[in-house]
């Protein structure tokens, strides 16, 4: 069955760097967009970061341009979030997503990995 | 940026009632909306994508319609397990944006 694992949160502090990794299982990692997704305490849901299936494309939100990037290893079928400058704002709960076939939605989710980013 | 709008903020309900809940976009996102149900201290499940398709496991109970600018997500019976969060999503642009979510509570 599909399973994602999300390690690597923890509390950093401002500028710091953090590397999320989202272990995957039960599918091809290269055959399917993938996603990570954050929820502040307390708040909504805002995707952060895209990588297409093919790894032809990548996208990020506003708010983390030129200061997060997203990969992944096929060979550890891992994904991966590299966080750097990061900001008081970056708090909250990272999750990884995996893309329907069709990309109409994401239909399977880990369970999250909390970042904290304090002085 | 799509921005999605959802109403009501809050919905308070009881078990056996019927629930509408509605997403209303700031531009057509054609039938490109997902809605999500969110547990307390859990991750997001994914309902319905491309606004009516009950994604997988989904009990029939859950509708969801509209296409354009104006979506709806019916629970048509309320069990004690469908109290949550729920959240659309547009998927139409980058950024894929979701709404700020309705919360439905027991009255």
């Known amino acids: 069955q599909v399973q994602l694992v999300e390690s690597g949160g923890g509390v950093v502090q401002p500028g710091g760097s953090l590397r999320l990794s989202c272990a995957t299982s039960g599918f091809t990692l290269s055959r399917y967009g993938m996603h990570w997704v954050r929820q502040a305490p307390g708040k909504g849901l805002e995707c952060v970061a895209f990588l297409r299936y093919d790894g032809s494309d990548k996208s990020y939100a506003d708010s983390v341009k030129g200061r997060f990037t997203i990969s992944r290893d096929n060979s550890k079928n891992t994904l991966y979030l590299q966080m750097n400058s990061l900001r008081p704002e970056d708090t909250a709960v990272y999750y990884c997503?995996?893309?329907?076939?069709?990309?109409?939605?994401?239909?399977?989710w880990g369970q999250g990995t909390v970042v904290t980013v304090s002085s | 940026e799509i921005v999605l709008t959802q109403s009501p903020a809050t919905l308070s309900l009881s078990p056996g009632e019927r629930a509408t809940l509605s997403c209303r976009a700031s531009q057509s996102v054609s039938s490109y909306l997902a809605w999500y149900q969110q547990q307390p201290g859990q991750a997001p499940r994914l309902l319905i994508y491309d606004a009516s398709y009950r994604a997988t496991g989904v009990p029939a109970r859950f509708t969801g319609s509209g296409s354009g600018t104006d979506f709806t997500l019916t629970i048509s019976s309320l069990e004690p397990e469908d109290f949550a969060v729920y959240y659309c999503q547009q998927r139409r642009n980058w950024p894929l944006t979701f709404g700020g979510g309705t919360k439905v509570e027991i009255k």
């Open positions: 997503s995996k893309d329907l076939p069709t990309g109409g939605g994401f239909d399977f």
